[in-house]
């Protein structure tokens, strides 16, 4: 019994790792610099489109893209970055803005999954490991049901992805036709890496801030070791 529930719970968290290490982080990784800073791209994006739904904010937690009513929350840390890999994290919450009329239940309930990855597998692990200091919880346990945790958040992730891969793809879109960038490649990282988002999301958000830390080589020999 124990045997399969640690299979059970291996094979999402093993799979979500490998899939957001080939398509997500190697290209993040290697995403460069842009000419242009966050600001001066919503600027540009906001002469093309009009007044854009978003404010600048020094957040406390990154696992709120929006407020309640739907605009975009934009880390005023990010402000003057040239970074593709932040600029383009920054634009998937401008994205979700700007499907929030149409998908706002949608948007909510992903947002909800987002909340919980974050909030969950800590206070799981930090639970389960009292329990067993104190003799309440049997060691194997814990791993089984932190284990089981995290692959509960992480299909809640992936059957929701299909909602930042939207936002994504709205976002690419405006980059396409709106021209903010002055060189083809510069823009073609920026899409790349919005789009490398995407696959990074369907891990709890707690991990990515911890993955995103290390090089490509180091996260590479993480997976392979869980293999």
């Not at 021209?179 to 958000?205: C, F, K, N, Q, Y």
């Not at 911890?210 to 070791?225: D, S």
């Amino acid at each position: 019994m124990k045997v399969l529930l640690i299979l059970l719970c291996a094979v999402p968290i093993l799979a979500s790792l490998l899939v957001a290490n080939i398509f997500g982080f190697r290209r993040l990784y290697k995403a460069g610099e842009l000419s242009s800073d966050l600001e001066t791209i919503l600027k540009k994006l906001s002469t093309k489109y009009g007044k854009l739904n978003y404010e600048f904010k020094k957040r406390t937690w990154v696992g709120i893209p929006l407020k309640g009513n739907g605009v975009a929350l934009i880390d005023e840390k990010y402000r003057q970055s040239t970074s593709s890999a932040e600029i383009a994290k920054q634009l998937i919450s401008l994205g979700l803005s700007g499907l929030w009329d149409d998908h706002q239940k949608l948007i909510r309930w992903r947002i909800k999954y987002i909340k919980l990855s974050y909030i969950l597998p800590p206070l799981t692990f930090v639970g389960c490991v009292l329990g067993t200091i104190v003799g309440r919880v049997p060691a194997m346990w814990t791993i089984i049901i932190v284990g089981l945790v995290l692959a509960g958040c992480i299909s809640s992730l992936w059957f929701s992805r299909s909602v930042e891969k939207a936002a994504a793809a709205q976002m690419a879109s405006l980059i396409e036709h709106t021209r903010v960038l002055p060189r083809a490649s510069e823009e073609e990282d920026l899409i790349d890496a919005i789009h490398a988002w995407t696959w990074v999301s369907v891990l709890p958000g707690i991990a990515i801030s911890f993955l995103m830390k290390k090089g490509p080589k180091q996260v590479g020999e993480l997976v392979r070791k869980k293999l």
